[in-house]
């Protein structure tokens, strides 16, 4: 072995987080011939760091046989995950040459859809049987996985859950003594078919570490881990930034291009139309540009100012509808909220854009026409920043998708109709000959 390779196998057994980002950057079939010749458990290392978009093509040019050998020791749940992003015709290949258990148990995790719970759960949970006593269960818990021990959870005969155990009672009670009186049987559960974000505040609400999984013959599927429900609701947050600029929620920054032109440009060409759309309000007011120069100046101000009220508004509104907060008809006093809140700050900075702008050129006109626009803009800028993202879940759509594009054309042309609107009422000032 060449003493290279050698750096290389060593980082990737000593560091497989760091040598996974490292090799997310390299062309696919480099990383692919790596991995063929890695030890099963170093190989199986690295792909559980890889991300999932990343993974998947990577062991589709791995090959099905060595696939099956380096994901022998990775969890199912992020088998399944890697899976989901190889093509369709080729995951059975990989399956069949896998041991007959896990295979199976990755086919039941790639039967639910993404983006529920039962996508994001870990099947691999140690169950006491109902009929166990306190001796066998503890015994049970001594040979368990630690990676499968969440908590007790007890299940009858068929695999139903039963209810859940405490450390405390168990350790309590004598070897002899059966479990079954011990069973708090009150326990919250998940279906299988549940969002994600579902599962994360029902997780949030709980404050407990892990939330089973049952079907509906309430059977014992698998659980949803805290920091499983933390890692989506970052991935959710940070996804809805991108769709919130127009770029898709699951691009990420070493996408191909091809994946960045198909995820941004339809909303580059949706923002160019809104554009067109500003462009032409000011086209209306040509003419009175052309005798007051300073208003051309003075437009982006305007703009400026209400596309950031609106974004306050926005932000806000998002958080509320992520965390449930705007309950069913409170959306009238939001609007009206966020509409006076952008009027009463409009009044604010327009009493100091209107001194700096008399400063600047010493027409009170112009002071009073910008200052009368601010006011407007920002009242109208946050009332459209609650109304667009509820408007678009009214609708049956994201609420995130986009809707700063939607909000930076009401703002642009409010605030260009409004300041040239009053430029045009306070002309006889503004350009007295």
């Known amino acids: 072995m060449k003493p290279l390779e050698t750096i290389a196998r060593a980082f990737m057994e000593h560091d497989p987080g760091s040598a996974a980002r ?39 040019e791995v090959g099905p046989e060595h696939t099956a050998r380096l994901l022998a020791s990775v969890p199912l749940k992020r088998v399944a995950a890697a899976l989901r992003q190889t093509p369709t015709e080729q995951r059975e290949p990989m399956l069949v040459q896998m041991e007959e258990k896990r295979a199976d148990a990755v086919r039941r995790l790639l039967t639910h859809e993404v983006g529920t719970a039962g996508a994001m759960m ?42 859940v155990l405490t450390l405390r009672a168990l350790l309590l009670a004598s070897p002899r ?8 049987k009150q326990v919250k559960t998940l279906r299988p078919d549940e969002t994600r974000a579902k599962a994360v505040e029902a997780l949030t609400q709980a404050r ?41 929620a699951d691009e990420h920054a070493l996408s191909p291009v091809s994946t960045v032109v198909a995820r941004r440009l339809p909303w580059l060409l949706v923002n160019l139309a809104t554009a067109f759309a500003a462009a032409a309000v000011v086209g209306v007011f040509e003419g009175t540009i052309e005798r007051v120069t300073a208003l051309a100046i003075l437009l ?50 327009a009493l100091v854009t209107g001194v700096a702008v008399f400063v600047w050129d010493g027409r009170w006109a112009l002071s009073a026409v910008i200052a009368a626009a601010m006011v407007v803009n920002m009242a109208a800028a946050g009332l459209s920043g609650a109304i667009i993202p509820i408007l678009l879940r009214a609708l049956g759509r994201d609420p995130a998708q986009s809707s700063s594009i939607f909000l930076t054309t009401v703002t642009d042309c409010v605030g260009f109709a409004a300041f040239l ?13």
Do not use: C
């Open 22 to 60: 490292a090799l997310e950057t390299l062309p696919v079939d480099e990383v692919a011939a790596l991995l063929r010749d890695l030890p099963a458990k170093v190989g199986g290392a690295v792909i559980e760091h890889l991300l999932a978009h990343s993974a998947g093509p990577i062991l589709a």
């Open 122 to 163: 870990d099947p691999q949970v140690t169950t006491i049987p109902l009929d166990a006593t306190a001796q066998r269960a503890i015994s049970v818990i001594r040979k368990a996985k630690p990676q499968t021990l969440h908590y007790l959870y007890v299940t009858d005969r068929e695999g139903r859950l039963v209810g």
């Open 177 to 184: 003594d059966p479990v079954e009186p011990l069973v708090i």
């Open 208 to 248: 407990l570490l892990a939330l089973p999984v049952v079907d509906a013959e309430e059977h014992l599927l698998g659980v949803v881990r805290q920091r499983d429900a933390a890692d989506v609701a970052r991935e959710q947050a940070f996804g809805d930034l991108q769709k919130m600029a127009g770029a898709g």
């Open 300 to 349: 982006p101000v305007v703009a400026g100012q209400g596309g950031n009220t609106g974004a306050q508004a926005l932000a806000v509104v998002m958080r509320g509808l992520a965390l449930n907060e705007i309950a069913p008809g409170s959306t009238p006093r939001l609007m009206l909220k966020e509409m006076m809140g952008g009027a009463i700050n409009g009044l604010a900075i």
């Open 421 to 433: 609107g009053f430029a045009v009422a306070f002309m006889p000032w503004l350009d007295p000959v």
